[in-house]
């Protein structure tokens, strides 16, 4: 398998401008998680879903995040305006419901000017 | 909300050093999981302890799981550079006995080891 796939790996945007981070599970994984890094807060969780409804999103910032999952093989984190504080790394993982490791993406790298 | 404090937050260590991270957790969950990440590169799994006095070892990396104590070390033993990068530790937030549940991540320690 090919792990978690995450895109883009970098996006360096304006402020105000939408951004759009995309996570493919590992297949077969029912659980998918969103997580953003900063050296100031460490690894938060955004959102989390299973069998592609979301169950905890408490970690969501504020209303110009949003995340979706279409399906079981593709999700979505919107930024909707971005703004500088957004800066940071952002992380996809997910796994089986009966399994306990965590797989993570590459982690796209955001950059809000 | 379960509280999860990794110490020390960073460590410089010398070639040929022991030393221990420490991982306290504030809730009775038994399933504790060590994580590494090199520089710009994503979390990968170390080990998954799953039960009281459960003990995992890979390489010069020992770690153990006390859950009376709510504690989790990692030891490394004769440390050598490849080791630096930093080290977290997860608790699964859900009761003991219930289906898995979310991750609480430590800050992580920053793990620098010197000639």
């Known amino acids: 398998d090919a792990g978690v796939i995450q895109s883009p790996r970098h996006e360096v945007t304006e402020m105000g401008q939408e951004v759009t981070l995309r996570c493919k599970p590992i297949s077969g994984h029912d659980y998918l998680f969103w997580y953003r890094q900063t050296m100031m807060r460490g690894l938060e969780l955004l959102i989390y879903f299973n069998n592609n409804v979301p169950i905890d999103d408490s970690g969501m910032p504020e209303d110009r995040f949003s995340a979706k999952m279409p399906n079981a093989s593709f999700s979505t984190l919107k930024i909707q305006p971005s703004e500088p504080r957004d800066s940071a790394v952002y992380f996809c993982a997910s796994r089986t419901g009966g399994g306990n490791i965590q797989y993570f993406g590459a982690g796209t790298r955001l950059s809000v000017l | 909300e379960l509280k999860v404090e990794q110490n020390p937050l960073f460590l410089s260590m010398q070639e040929g050093k022991n030393y221990t991270i420490y991982c306290n957790y504030s809730?009775?969950?038994?399933?504790l999981y060590w994580y590494r990440q090199d520089p710009g590169k994503s979390l990968e799994s170390l080990f998954v302890l799953l039960s009281n006095g459960a003990v995992k070892q890979e390489g010069r990396l020992m770690a153990s799981l006390d859950t009376k104590a709510r504690l989790s070390t990692l030891h490394i033993t004769a440390a050598v550079h490849d080791l630096s990068a930093t080290y977290f530790c997860?608790?699964?937030?859900?009761?003991?006995?219930?289906?898995?549940?979310?991750?609480?991540f430590g800050r992580g320690t920053q793990l620098t080891v010197w000639p």
């Open positions: 809730t009775t969950s038994d399933r």
């Open positions: 997860a608790v699964d937030g859900a009761d003991r006995g219930s289906t898995l549940g979310r991750l609480y």
